[in-house]
T-cell receptor, first 116, second 111 residues
């Protein structure tokens, strides 16, 4: 199975701090995704990448940024955290055996962020 | 109107019941359909992945797609307390890398 590793699992941080959520994968997939999920609500795509040095914003307006310097890593950064950023952040990529269009996604276990 | 509609529930059933979870959609371009299961404080886990209309079975799970009605279902036979989770549907139009998700249905199977 294509594993996605997210750290930290839980983060409580004060307003105004800069934070980076880590996401790494072991299968060398080009495509990686970041979703935001509030309790009982849809998954919202905030960023995605089709390969090294390729990043795009998703459909949810987000104050976060991403980078894709290496295939394995796709970190998400909030320059100045606010209480409105409190949410669960999920990283994903296609599961093993999938790579093209119409692929399903395999998710990590997420980072639950609380901004006080 | 959202592209994918899913009743959030919760849906509460006794152990052993047959569960029916459903999603409707408005975009006729959707061709690939997925069901995910999400336990509390975990990421969604892919359960079923189907293309086109018809049924697909995997153990106690059956995914059904009716494109003419723009309606998909997930059936769980002999439900167990361990099936208690949120179930999300998702779908892709042909040629897309990005699925559209429903908001999920919370299922509670009580002993």
């Amino acid at each position: 199975e294509a594993d996605i590793y997210q750290t930290p699992r839980y983060l409580v941080i004060g307003t105004g701090k800069k934070i980076t959520l880590e996401c790494s994968q072991t299968m060398g997939h080009d495509k990686m995704y970041w979703y935001q999920q509030d309790p009982g609500m849809e998954l919202h795509l905030i960023h995605y990448s089709y390969g090294v040095n390729s990043t795009e914003k998703g459909d949810l307006s987000s104050e976060s940024t991403v980078s894709r310097i290496r295939t394995e890593h796709f970190p998400l950064t909030l320059e100045s955290a606010r209480p409105s950023h409190t949410s669960q952040y999920l990283c994903a990529n296609p599961p093993g055996g999938f790579s093209g269009r119409n692929s399903p996604l395999h998710f990590g276990n997420g980072t639950r962020l609380t901004v006080t | 109107q959202k592209e994918v509609e899913q009743d959030p529930g919760p849906l509460s059933v006794p152990e052993g019941a047959i569960v029916s979870l459903n999603c409707t959609y408005s975009n006729s371009a959707f061709q690939y359909f997925m069901w995910y299961r999400q336990y509390s404080r975990k990421g969604p886990e892919l359960l079923m992945y189907t293309y086109s209309s018809g049924n697909k079975e995997d153990g106690r799970f059956t995914a059904q797609v009716d494109k003419s009605s723009k309606y998909i279902s997930l059936f769980i036979r002999d439900s167990q307390p361990s099936d208690s989770a949120t179930y999300l549907c998702a779908m892709n139009p042909g040629g897309s890398y990005i699925p559209t998700f429903g908001r999920g249905t919370s299922l509670i199977v009580h002993p």
